[in-house]
């Protein structure tokens, strides 16, 4: 599915994409089609078709596609903060190396350009992977749906499994950036302590509540005991970040917000995006103080992230705030 254009907002379209078409597929290759896909809130994500029936997805970063432009905290920028922006070519490449190197199934790169002058942004071009997703999947086929989960587990333990030099963005570290030197425990700590002041700021129920939700916060913090053992973690793993590649196999799309972080992290995500489906990719090795610190962490993430997006022009303003109530609701309420 494809959106509108937002107020004042140029997207691409088939003239402007031609000169990267033509680069990466040749000049006889013409554009019948461009669709935007939806769901992105940081970059342009362009599904071409040709006219000889093939197609490519075009990955494309600019303020134009940036709905956080203008919205994010202090120091959103610095590279080597776990939590800066996940938005970037580099941060795609860095993270489909490292995905690949474990053996888990992201779309090919075909193409990446920083020059600027097939197009006015950073471009990347990629295999489209037209299977569908894991989310239409288990809706339609549910046993086939079950099949895809059992090999996604697969994929999670190979992330899971390798060993992290430490905490922060995988492309960061790979390329040999320097660690921020905090825990991942930490680092998620003062996450959520940020989006209690945005959600303070916004909402009177958190202003009233402050107190407890950050002492609440430091309790479940205080609980976690130090270890080694990080691994890869993609971070906002839902069924909708699934793609079904020719072979039925699970292929992870989304991947720029790749950490090397707690396990903990990735299966709170998979449990709230999961739902009664979690069963199939639970782990019963894990931390269960991690998991209790982690969950209460992403509401508070939830309520934060949520408001300050809405306060630009995202075009589902209303799903943010109702985004951000459901877990403001499931803060207050949340007994570890």
Known sequence: MSTGPARGRAFA???????????????????????????????????????????????????????????????????ADPFSHASGLDLLEGATRRLAAVGVRVPRLLFTDRGRGLYPADVAVAEDVRGGTLQ???????????????????????????????????????????????????????????????????????????????????????????????????????????????????VLIDVEGLLYADPEVEHCWLRMRFDSRYEALRDPGLDPRRLAFYRYAMHLDLVGGPLRIAAGDFPDRRWMLETADHHLRQALAYRA
């Open 136 to 250: 239409e999947q288990l809706a339609a086929d549910p046993a086939a749906g079950r099949r895809t989960l059992g090999r996604l587990a697969g994929a999670l333990r190979l992330m899971h499994a390798h060993r992290a030099p430490a905490f922060g963005r995988v492309a960061w570290l790979d390329g040999g950036g320097a660690p921020s030197g905090v825990s991942c425990e930490r680092g998620y700590l003062e996450r959520a302590l940020v989006n209690l002041s945005t959600a303070v700021a916004h909402d009177p129920r958190a202003a009233a509540a402050e107190s407890e939700l950050a002492g609440k916060l430091h309790a479940l913090h205080a609980g976690v005991e130090p270890r080694d053992g990080l691994g890869v973690v993609h971070g906002e793993l839902g069924p909708e970040h699934v793609l079904l590649g020719p072979d039925g196999e699970p």
């Open 13 to 79: 379209d088939a003239r402007s994409l031609a000169p990267v078409v033509r680069e990466v597929f040749g000049g006889g290759r013409r554009i019948v089609g461009v669709e935007r896909l939806r769901g992105g809130s940081k970059k342009g994500v362009y599904r071409v078709g040709l006219a000889d029936g093939a197609s490519a997805v075009v990955y494309l970063w600019s303020a134009e596609e940036d709905y956080w432009s203008g919205l994010l905290p202090e120091g959103h920028d610095d590279p």
